[in-house]
């Protein structure tokens, strides 16, 4: 007969044998993330993935996502998504940073056409286009004055050139050719105006960098950008040489870091000791498409200044705002001696913010109007305005006034902590993500979630002289907010933005830009009147006690 407890003890031992070998009970998978660009990339992603699976020693889920997309799902992605492991592009991997994304880089690759860890970006160039406008250079390779002149005699001629690009989240293709266009002055728009020169730009749609190329020489646009490893396609005795002969390649100056392999936070630790072991000279040979071998990064001292630089360059591009500073017109304020406006400019000036001081010779527009009101000596009242919002602040200044002949400093001071602490700011809708509006933040007050922000349009015409047209401005839902940005609600901005039928468009390389005004809570100044009469109440106390103690002092 079968003893019960041994027969329950071989069923427990069924069960948990069964749980252990089941997929639930087995490790949790790690994802693989890659950049969704061609056919030849993606063979290249497959290899890697296999490799980091041996390397790891469980199993890697592969998942491609477009340009943007990556970046807002690794800037998204949340301890119960899980862990993974991402071949990013440059770009993408600074843009997810800023958004907030909690990654760290283990490595970069080899490339086949450069040889090393960096790359460079170039602009194609139609020969036939450029030598219509600039004969005199005859076979003399162009460079990036000559490819300036191209642009500004074309518009000029009333006949923009046009640009193409395949993404806005391409490094190469797209952010250093907008960042070369914005420091010259160039926009897409449909013709020049005042100092800005005007060019086309389209998104070539389902293509890849090779595709700009041969678009270009076809003559469907003037030019675009790509990077070495487009560039050498088309190089004599390669596979589209005789398309080469059709265009020029003029080169950026700026380093770019390779593809970078990155890993969720959760998983750096392990991930690091098992891809590339302390000590060891790993190199993790792929042999497919551009890449040749992956390379930890603490390897690669080329490709972490290139990314350092990269990062740099990609900082939030916050144009400067000016402040005008003038004496009050009530009675009494021509008591503000010229000391008190000079201490207030340097505030300004030593805050370390974007304000930068109105210079009336120079700059078109006040963004903020401050005002200096007396009320007694070592009290002033100023007045903060910001025009075009129709929004104003007032502090109340106490402050130790200068002795004879000294500068203002407390004044200062207590002006650089009110604009550290309470005063309001501007900033723009981020343009590189046209379906889900958002401000970086970097500014250290948030807003809050259950209210709205008022934003502004308006359409530059000299942004280095703060020389700008202003559209309507409107309140917008704020969809969440967090350390890194404010996202906007997409439906509420777009029909705040419309205006005469038109949507709103967000192009970094448009003269369009959105300002958001960002308002600080305010102090509830109720609490303080309370506070100071209480106060007041408490010092009359006091004293009618003090008088009342010494008159019973004087009967004894």
């Not at 190469?172 to 730009?201: D, Q, T, V, W």
């Not at 020389?467 to 996202?487: C, K, L, Q, T």
Request: aromatic content about 10%.
């Amino acid at each position: 007969m079968t003893n019960p407890r041994f027969s329950v003890s071989l069923s427990l031992l069924a069960v948990l044998s069964a749980l252990a070998s089941s997929p639930a009970a087995a490790e949790a998978s790690v994802k693989f993330v890659s950049i969704d660009q061609d056919q030849a990339t993606a063979e290249a992603d497959e290899a890697l993935r296999q490799l980091l699976e041996r390397k790891l020693g469980r199993e890697l889920s592969p998942k491609a996502f477009k340009y943007g997309e990556a970046t807002n799902r690794l800037a998204e992605w949340s301890a119960g998504d899980g862990a993974y492991l991402a071949r990013v592009t440059p770009y993408v991997y600074i843009a997810a940073e800023m958004l907030g994304a909690d990654f760290e880089v283990l490595g970069t690759y080899v490339s086949k056409a450069t040889r090393g860890t960096t790359y460079h970006s170039y602009f194609v160039v139609n020969r036939e286009a450029l030598a219509a406008v600039l004969p005199q250079l005859g076979g003399q390779a162009p460079d990036l004055d000559d490819l300036l002149r191209f642009i500004r005699e074309r518009a000029a001629q009333k006949r923009p050139a046009r640009f193409i690009y395949h993404s806005a989240f391409s490094t190469s293709s797209y952010f250093l050719p907008a960042l070369f266009f914005r420091r010259n002055s160039i926009f897409s728009m449909p013709e020049s105006r005042g100092s800005l020169i005007a060019i086309g730009s389209r998104q070539l749609a389902d293509a890849g960098s090779t595709d700009l190329v041969k678009e270009v020489a076809g003559g469907g646009a003037d030019f675009a950008a790509v990077w070495d490893g487009t560039k050498v396609k088309f190089a004599g005795g390669r596979e589209h040489a005789g398309l080469g002969e059709s265009v020029h390649f003029i080169q950026l100056p700026n380093v770019l870091p390779n593809d970078l392999l990155v890993c969720s936070r959760a998983l750096a630790k392990t991930a690091a000791r098992k891809v590339f072991p302390p000590g060891a000279s790993t190199r993790l040979a792929v042999g497919r498409d551009d890449f040749e071998a992956w390379l930890d990064i603490h390897g690669a001292a080329e490709a972490r200044d290139a990314l350092a630089g990269l990062r740099w360059l990609a900082r939030d591009q916050r144009l400067p705002v000016t402040v005008r500073i003038q004496r009050g017109t009530e009675g009494g304020d021509d008591k503000i001696p010229d000391g008190y406006l000079e201490a207030a400019g340097q505030a300004a000036r030593l805050s370390g913010t974007e304000l930068v001081l109105y210079d009336a010779s120079f700059h078109r527009i006040v963004d903020y109007e401050w005002t200096l009101h007396w009320v007694r000596e070592g009290h002033i009242r100023l007045r903060s305005e910001i025009p075009s919002f129709g929004v104003a602040q007032e502090f109340r200044i106490s402050f130790q006034p200068a002795a004879a002949g000294a500068d203002e400093q407390d004044l200062t001071q207590r002006i650089g902590n009110i604009l550290a602490s309470r005063l309001h700011r501007m900033r723009q809708v981020w343009p590189y993500e046209n379906d889900r509006p958002l401000v970086i933040r970097d500014v250290p007050f948030s807003v809050d979630a259950t209210k709205s922000v008022r934003i502004q349009k308006v359409e530059w015409k000299d942004p280095l002289r703060n020389d700008y047209a202003e559209g309507r401005s409107n309140e917008v839902r704020v969809e969440s907010a967090d350390f890194y940005r404010f996202r906007l609600d997409q439906k509420d901005f777009r029909l705040a933005m419309d205006e005469g039928g038109e949507a709103a468009r967000l192009d970094p390389m448009s003269p369009l830009a959105y300002r958001v005004l960002l308002e600080r809570k305010q102090e509830p100044q109720t609490v303080f009147h309370v506070f100071n009469v209480v106060f007041f109440a408490l010092v009359g106390l006091s004293g009618t006690g003090t008088v009342l103690a010494f008159r019973r002092s004087r009967r004894a």
